[in-house]
Nanobody, 117 residues
Framework: QVQLVESGGGLVQAGGSLRLSCAAS????????MGWYRQAPGNQRELVAT???????NYADSVKGRFTISRDSAKNTVYLQMNSLKAEDTAVYYC???????????WGQGTQVTVSS
């Protein structure tokens, strides 16, 4: 059984920082990438950041320069360091893993990030 468990969300003032973690357990074959997505009420789920197993990163324009994605392969964990947080960053953040196996992707349960102005 594959499980992705996010942690680190919470309430923070604008300009503050949070660090999200996503720990994966169980066997996942041929991982292509891990990443973070977010969804605010009334909005579509959107890409925040991804990192490939080779270390290449990709960020949404809205978070470039503020967020940093990283991973610890030995711990099967991906992180999202969020600095200079804005109210518009308020959303549920979901961990994602893309794989060449079946299924081809996995999702965490989500962790709430609320940024107050």
């Amino acid at each position: 059984q594959v499980q992705l468990v996010e942690s680190g969300g919470g309430l923070v003032q604008a300009g503050g920082s949070l660090r999200l973690s996503c720990a994966a357990s169980g066997s996942i074959s041929r991982i292509y990438a891990m990443g973070w997505y977010r969804q605010a009420p009334g909005n579509q789920r959107e890409l925040v950041a991804t990192i490939t197993i080779g270390g290449s990163t990709n960020y949404a324009d809205s978070v470039k320069g503020r967020f940093t994605i990283s991973r610890d392969s030995a711990k099967n964990t991906v992180y999202l360091q969020m600095n200079s947080l804005k109210a518009e960053d308020t959303a549920v953040y979901y961990c994602n893993v893309r794989s060449g196996g079946r299924p081809s992707e996995y999702w965490g349960q989500g962790t709430q990030v609320t940024v107050s102005s």
